[in-house]
Each structure stands twice: as C-alpha cells, then as structure tokens.
C-alpha cells in the first residue's frame, strides 16, 4: 500500500496527553468527538489544518505516557493516514497496529513541516518528495504485520477464532 | 546461557525455553481494565464476537479514574462496566474501592511468578511483586479477556544495582526520580528494569511499589525485583497463597548494569513538563505552588500518608495553599483513620477525596488554574495532565510535598524528619 500526503512535524517524547487530552478520553467512545481535539495541546488548529491522508511526522519516544488506545484511534479518526517517528513507545506502537493506524519507525530528521511524502508500508520505504530524497524505515515485526493485514486485532480474534500467529 | 526475571516468567507462561528478542504467545494470569480503557476493551471484546470471557476468576475491572462520575458521558460508560460484570461475571471495583494498582496487590490478586497485563500503563507497579506485569490498549486486553493469551516480545533488560541505604529524608519516590533523571524518559524503551541492592532490599513492599510504579517513565515495560521474605509476608498477609520465587540466574544476560551509591541521595524533584526533567530540591526550593497533592498509585498508600502526616501533624498548611489527599484505596483509608493519620491530615487542612486516581489525571477533584503551579506525589507532569495545559506541576515523595504544602513553596522536608 502506498500513501501519499503531507507531513505535519512535531517534536521529541510526544505523549498521550498532548495526542489527546485525558479531560476528553473519558468522556465518550464516539472516536470522531474525541479527533476533533487531537493534538491540541501542542498546536490548537491542528485539526482543522489536516487534510486526509496526511502524516504526522515526529521525533523520538512518539506516544510516550498512558496506555489509551483513544491516542491511536483519534489519529485515525483525524484521517491521518500514518505516523512516522525515529522511536515511538512501546504501548502505543501495539496499539496503533491493534487497531489499524499504520506506524513507520525511520530516521525523521530530515523531514520538514509541509514536506510531501510517499510512504510504502510493505516495502518500509518513505521517498520525501519536496527534497527528492529516500529513506529505508525499520521492518514490522511479522505477528504485527498479519495483525494489520487482518485490520486490527479485533478482526484477526474474530477471524482466526483467537490468535494464529505462527508462520 | 543465564536467564533474566523476565525471561523466565515469559518461559514458564509460553512452553518455550524464551530470550531476549524472541516472541512468544503467552499464558496470563490476571488482567486488569480500568474506567479509562476497559469502555473500549469491552466494544473490542463485542467486535471479536466471543460470547464468553476465558475465565472470569482472572478477570478484574476497576471505576478509579473518574469515581464519583462528573458527568452523564463518563456514567454511561462506567454502567457499561458494570452490565459487563453482571453479564461475565468478573471482579468489578465500583467507586471509592481505590486505584486500580493498589487494589491489585492489596486484594491478593498479584504475587511472585505471575504474569499479569492490564490496560493502564502503570500496571508495571507489581513488579514490586516478582511479577512479570504490563500495561497494554483496550484491544489487547479485549484478546486476553478472550484467549486468555497474549503474544509478548521478550524484552532485554538493564539492571539497576542499588548500593547503600537511603539517607533520611530521602525516599523510594526521590531515588525514583533520580534514575529516571539519569536513564531519560526513553531510556528503557521496549526494555525491562530489574532493581536490585541493598537499598531495595531496605525498603517495605508500599515504597517498593513507589519505584516499580514508574519504570514506564523511563520507557520500560515492566520493572521487577527479586523476592525475599519481607515479600513472602506481606503476600500472606494479603490473601496470596501461592509462592513462586523467580531469581535471575547469576549468569543471566543483561543488557547493561547500572550501579548508583543512594546513601547520599537528596531529595528530588521533577520539573514541568516532563518527568526526567530531575533536580537535586535544593535547586528548585522556593518556587511558590498553589496546590499539594498527596495520593495516587505511586504515594497514596498507607506508609505514604503517614510520613505526611508527620511532618502535618500540629501544623497548618500555608493559607495560599489547597492540599488534596487521595488514599489509595478503601482499606488504606479505613487504616489510615484508625491510626489518628486522616485527622492529622484533615486539621493541618487537607481537603481529603474519594480513594482512587484523585486530581492525577485532570478529570475532576482538584484541576489546577491558569498559571498556577502544583506539587504532587504523582507519577506524571505532562502538560494538561491535571487537566490545564497552563498550570505547572512538580513532582516529589510526599514528605517533600507536606513539607511544601506547609512553607507554600518547594520546601526540602528533611529539616522535619528524625530518625
Ligand atoms: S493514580 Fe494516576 S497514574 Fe495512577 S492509575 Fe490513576 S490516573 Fe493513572
């Protein structure tokens, strides 16, 4: 699958409460109530200036903090199509696979805010376009690769009768 | 080749002799939702279309972070919770209960051996415990509600070697802070820490629990510690039965060994915005706060409140100043009443909440104003984690924070501490 958009930069040790504020994760289970905020804390537009199919661009440590899945799925909800980070944290990389918002650790350092990306998932490869550049991202694990294919964890219980991991 | 704690339980849990980098589909033995992440857990259980859990003796949700409910969205979920119940039959801890990760080991569903997953990230806690523990997402509890699996990388780990004993004054909370200082928010990223030493040795199981507590803030997914006999009984003493020591092999593999000398560690203290962010108190003392949070599941429990009150205890808290206590749970409350330590709190001024997650997560109880700074016993600084991302907040142990309520301003608490 390839994606094609713009990026939108942040920072290093971007934490789930920047991605979404704990003030609205409990409050609802209507994810597209809950993108609206998404990311507010750091930049109060954000919403508003994403077009769909674009990307967050980050540094190290992205979605460090709370276990929330309500950090994914509101990226999601927002319509960006992935995240790009040089490390995210470990309970968010899970998540964002479970629940089907594609994750792609690579070296980010080059890409500026505005920047046009194509991101290749299955060959894990990211061409930045404004500056006619490739980079080579770091492989999914295989287990997360089957997960994502499946569409998310839910879809791979429900389809396998529980997990079928095994190559 | 030599095998780490975690190593081992993932070994024992998965049938399958596992390393450092290996993944494995593992056996859980207790899994743990709370109001925050099971509402959501519990619409990915429905999407996996599995009528009934795996086994409901293993199964415990608890209503921490916002019990009471301020509002009708938060009610809704919270009934959501407790129809799941009725409907499963699992073990549901409704409001005033307490923290989900005090009620975990209090009520003897955590000990030595186990491996355990719940969807808060601060279920490393019971690492304290021996026990292989681990936050995950709603979706990956929904699957081990389910199976009663989940798959695992193992991770590698780093072992922090912890000589000499701490000096007075000085506590789990600030030895806590000064490792996250030195190793960096990241520094333990997909990786496990096992503590160990003589400092760790010296400590009770509640300020144990303090240090396990915050090995996520440092990236980790779990940090344990080796059992001993002060373990064993308090494992008894909390109606957990079973006994099943897991010790690192002396050959085991680690990924790197830090050694730190405690025994002359002043008081810290972590500063706005982020938790590795550490200073020795004596670099950050007079800043001016207007709001003291004594409580959650790093501090909120019974040994915590006591030292608080000690320094409390005939004084009043500075009139600029609104101090917040949360206990832990129902039964640190209960204990804490019968001991004289609630009305200590209460007559230096304390407004005292429901047991449970408190002011911590900014959903209601205690949401600081614009501009203001807040000192609290907390595991978390981020901005707009209390609820408004133009407040400031300081982290420390909860001597530091009394001593801080009282002066209204970052105050070092060891000149009120004898031992
Ligand atoms: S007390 Fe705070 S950190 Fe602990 S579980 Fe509750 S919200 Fe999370």
Redesign the pocket.
């Known amino acids: 699958m390839i994606l094609r958009g713009r990026a939108h930069r942040f920072g290093d040790d971007v934490n789930t409460d920047y991605i979404i504020s704990?003030k609205y994760k409990f409050k609802t289970l209507d994810m597209k109530e809950l993108a609206m905020h998404v990311m507010e804390d750091l930049d109060p537009d954000f919403y508003n200036k994403v077009r769909p199919g674009d990307f967050i661009v980050a540094g190290r440590n992205f979605g460090c903090g709370?276990s929330r899945e309500q950090a994914p799925l509101a990226i999601k909800y927002a319509d960006i199509a992935a995240v790009l980070a040089s490390s995210f944290a470990r309970i968010f990389y899970r998540n964002a696979i479970n629940t089907g918002l594609p994750v792609v650790e690579v070296d980010t350092s080059r890409i500026e805010d505005g920047d046009e990306l194509e991101v290749d998932l299955s060959k894990g490869k990211v061409v930045n376009i404004t500056r006619d550049e490739e980079i080579t991202a770091k492989p999914l694990p295989s287990v997360m690769i089957k997960i994502l294919n499946d569409g998310g964890l839910a879809n791979h219980i429900k389809k396998n009768k529980g997990f079928a991991l095994e190559d | 080749m030599g095998k780490t704690i975690v190593e081992k339980i993932l070994s024992a849990h998965s049938g399958q002799d596992a390393s450092a980098g290996d993944i494995v589909l593992a056996e859980v033995d207790q899994i743990m939702g709370?109001d925050?992440t099971s509402p959501l857990a519990i619409k990915a259980f429905r999407e996996m279309e599995v009528e009934r859990v795996y086994d409901p003796t293993k199964i415990a949700m608890v209503i921490?972070?916002s019990a009471p409910s301020p509002n009708e969205g938060v009610s809704a979920l919270h009934n959501l919770m407790r129809e799941f119940k009725k409907e499963q039959g699992i073990t549901l801890y409704d409001i005033g209960e307490g923290?989900?990760?005090q009620l975990m080991p209090e009520r003897g569903h955590v000990g030595t051996g186990d491996l355990v997953v719940g969807a808060?990230?601060?279920t490393c806690t019971y690492g304290a415990l021996n026990a292989f523990s681990t936050g995950v997402g709603s979706t990956d509890l929904a699957a081990a509600m389910a199976t009663g699996k989940l798959w695992f990388k193992v991770p590698p780990t780093i072992r922090f070697e912890l000589k000499g004993i701490l000096p007075a004054g000085a506590f789990a909370k600030d030895l806590i802070l000064f490792l996250i200082g030195q190793v960096t928010a990241d520094g333990a990223t997909y990786k496990a820490a096992e503590y160990a030493g003589e400092a760790i040795s010296a400590l009770s199981i509640d300020a144990r629990m303090t240090i396990a507590?915050m090995a996520i803030e440092m990236g980790a997914k779990a940090g344990l510690m080796e059992p001993d006999e002060k373990l064993r009984e308090w494992l008894v003493a909390h109606g957990y039965t079973k006994w099943n020591p897991v010790y690192p092999d002396p050959d085991a593999v680690y990924e790197k060994v830090l050694e730190y000398d405690v025994s002359e560690l002043e008081p810290q203290v972590a500063k706005p915005h982020t938790v590795d962010n550490v200073s020795p108190i004596s670099e950050v003392a007079g800043t001016p706060i207007q709001q003291a949070v004594i409580?959650?599941?790093?501090n909120?429990r019974l040994e915590d409140l006591r030292i608080a009150a000690s320094i409390l205890k005939g004084r009043k808290v500075h009139p600029e100043v609104r101090l917040i206590v949360?206990p832990?749970s129902r039964r640190v409350f209960l204990e804490a009443m019968a001991d004289g330590t609630i009305s200590a709190l209460v007559e230096a001024g304390a407004a005292v909440v429901t047991p449970?997650?408190?002011p911590?997560?900014g959903t209601h109880n205690g949401v600081p104003s614009d501009g203001e700074n807040v000192i609290s016993t907390?595991?978390?600084n981020f901005k707009g984690r209390m609820g408004n991302s133009n407040a400031y907040i300081y982290l420390a142990s909860p001597a530091t924070v009394a001593a801080s309520a009282l002066a209204g301003e970052i105050t070092d608490p060891r000149p009120y501490i004898t031992r």
Do not use: P, W
């Open positions: 704990g709370s | 709370q925050g921490d972070h923290v989900c990760h808060d990230s601060h507590n409580g959650t599941c790093t909120g949360a832990a449970g997650c408190g911590c997560v907390a595991n978390r």
